[in-house]
């Protein structure tokens, strides 16, 4: 068995802290899509990427965007044979 330092335990609590909030700036947004800053920024101002304004602050929601992120899925070539084949 593993033993963990003081630090290690404050990183692993901090990390779980932030995966159980609901709602993420920009940091977070770019760790839950894998997209660039500019890249998340870039959608903000098109407003193609579900987002909240609070002040200047831009924040997301994480399950709007893994909803967001699954929009537009393509299905592999396995499913559409499948729904072809069987109806």
């Known amino acids: 068995m593993s033993t963990m330092t003081l630090e290690q335990l404050q990183q692993a609590i901090a990390m779980q802290n932030q995966a159980m909030q609901p709602v993420v700036g920009i940091d977070g947004a770019c760790e839950i899509t894998g997209y660039k800053k ?11 990427i579900p987002h909240y304004k609070r002040g200047s602050r831009v924040l997301f929601n994480r399950s709007e965007l893994a909803d967001w992120l699954q929009e537009n899925r ?3 070539v396995s499913e559409f044979v499948d729904k072809v084949m069987n109806g």
């Open 38 to 48: 500019s890249t998340i920024y870039s959608l903000v101002h098109k407003r193609s």
């Open 74 to 76: 393509i299905e592999p």
